[in-house]
Nanobody, 123 residues
Framework: EVRLAESGGAAAQTGGSLKLSCAASGFNFDDYAVGWFRQPPGLMREGVSCFESRSRNTYYAHSVKGRFTISADADKGSIFLQMNNLKFEDAGIYYC????????????????WGRGTQVTVVS
């Protein structure tokens, strides 16, 4: 059974940093994508960043490009999202997800999801 568990969510000040982690277990895909998504209060879930295991390509939403960095440690089954220079609009519940094959912008294509971790940004 594939399991994803996010951690690292907290309250941070604008301009500050947080590092989110996602512990993944139970999957054995040779070619997979891991993604970070977020759902701001009252809004729909949106893609933040994605990493492809085979190509090593990374993708970022325009709103976070240059501030967030996705990385993965396959040996440890961990995916990370380093978030710097946080803004109020970065607040929300952050989810990690895994998809066999390549990154997809369509939420329905993602096979497995974690339960999320809350990020709050304060002044």
């Amino acid at each position: 059974e594939v399991r994803l568990a996010e951690s690292g969510g907290a309250a941070a000040q604008t301009g500050g940093s947080l590092k989110l982690s996602c512990a993944a277990s139970g999957f054995n895909f040779d070619d997979y994508a891991v993604g970070w998504f977020r759902q701001p209060p009252g809004l729909m879930r949106e893609g933040v960043s994605c990493f492809e295991s085979r190509s090593r390509n990374t993708y970022y939403a325009h709103s976070v490009k240059g501030r967030f960095t996705i990385s993965a440690d396959a040996d440890k089954g961990s995916i990370f999202l380093q978030m710097n220079n946080l803004k109020f609009e970065d607040a929300g519940i952050y989810y990690c997800a895994i998809l066999e094959s390549k990154c997809s912008r369509f939420l329905d294509n993602w096979d497995y999801w974690g339960r999320g971790t809350q990020v709050t940004v304060v002044s």
